[in-house]
């Protein structure tokens, strides 16, 4: 069959050319081929002199893609929402204390969806805009406010790496196999604590500042942060409504983040232990039998790392027939190989 020709001579190569390198070498020698400046901006180079800091460029230019984007995004989304709500003001019932407060106050508030019902739309006008703010809020941090809280966490994973090995004679290279191969378990850690910080804080204000007892003040940041909102417990003073607005934000996110790393580090574990089973077991005569792609009686390496890859639910046998049907496209003479010829006689019919 032409598909095991084509596949066992590439297979077979790399083995040979690789035989006397220790395998452990030779995946740092690949993490080292990566740019390491995408990986870890700013952060590897330690010898940057602090004059740099000296260049005239705005805060914002040096900030991570996904960040700027965020506080853009954000930034409108609050202007505008601040804005309609302002005009429409005295069409929200409830308890104010500032009107360009309440103003951003209500569009957190409803763009978390927390609703905690002290301010309240009560006409056409204020309802139709809670709707349209609510929907837009939550594209909002669906798609964007979690993308920036995704590049802070693996920032603060990247500087626990750094700390755990701080007093260890490590380079870039081992910094970065650290950091790809404990990656969920990391920022599974990092969420938490942050987490944890973000709910004592909010406790510790509501308590101190909102005069609320411990377990109200527990309760009330629950609330919250869950996006329950019953509405009994919340933000009535100016100081603490100006501490809801960057807080709210903070923490609803940091819950989402949460249980998104704890699904991912679950389906992470999953994996492993399945492509630690499927390494495990004996093979059979029955699974000799399927990994003979071109039913020879016999089964090349190229077979055998494709039953595998297979078995671990890596590909599929959609995607096999996809690539060798690709291959056969560009291997213009049919011999089960490619060359440069192969390829521009493919390339210009």
């Known amino acids: 069959m032409a598909a095991s020709n084509i596949k066992q001579p590439l297979l077979d190569q ?3 050319n690789n035989r006397n390198v220790d395998p452990r070498r030779r995946r740092i020698r690949r993490l080292k081929s990566a740019p390491a400046a995408e990986l870890f901006p700013g952060e590897i180079d330690d010898t940057k002199d602090d004059q740099s800091l000296l260049h005239y460029e705005s ?3 040096k900030l991570h893609p996904s960040f700027r984007r965020v506080i853009l995004y954000l930034s409108i989304y609050l202007a505008i929402g601040t804005t309609c709500f302002y005009f429409v003001r005295n069409q929200i019932q409830g308890k104010k ?4 407060l309440d103003s951003v106050y209500f569009c957190v508030v409803t763009m978390t969806t927390v609703g905690y019902g002290d301010l309240v739309p009560n006409s056409v006008t204020a309802k139709l805009l809670a709707s349209f703010f609510v929907f837009s809020g939550m594209a909002l941090v669906g798609m964007v406010l979690s993308r920036g809280a995704d590049y802070l966490v693996e ?10 090995h701080i007093r260890d004679k490590v380079g870039p290279s081992d910094i970065i196999e650290e950091f790809e191969t404990n990656k969920v378990r990391y920022k599974c850690f990092v969420i938490t604590v ?3 910080v973000v709910i004592v804080v909010g406790t ?7 005069k609320l007892s411990t377990i109200d003040a527990f309760y009330c940041v629950c609330s919250t942060i869950t ?4 509405g009994d417990k919340s933000f009535s003073t100016k100081a603490g409504r100006i501490f809801a607005i960057f807080w709210i934000l903070t923490s609803t996110l940091c819950l989402a983040q949460f249980f998104l790393y704890v699904t991912e580090f679950n389906t992470e574990r999953r994996q492993k232990e399945l492509v630690k089973w499927v390494l495990s077991r004996r093979m059979t005569n029955v699974d000799l039998e399927e990994a003979d792609l071109d039913n020879d009686g016999v089964v090349g390496a190229a077979e055998f790392v494709v039953y595998k890859l297979k078995e671990m639910g890596k590909i599929n046998q959609e995607d096999v027939s996809l690539l060798l049907d690709e291959f056969e496209s560009l291997d213009f003479d049919q011999s089960g190989t490619l060359s440069t010829i ?3 006689l493919a390339q210009s019919s």
């Open 204 to 210: 510790v204000f509501l308590a101190k500042v909102e």
């Open 14 to 16: 790399l083995p040979l």
């Open 194 to 196: 942050t987490l944890v």
């Open 155 to 164: 920032k603060q994973e990247r500087l626990l790496i750094k700390a755990l």
């Open 227 to 230: 996006t329950l909102g019953y």
């Open 59 to 61: 805060i914002l230019a």
């Open 342 to 344: 192969d390829l521009a």
């Open 97 to 100: 204390v500032n009107g360009v």
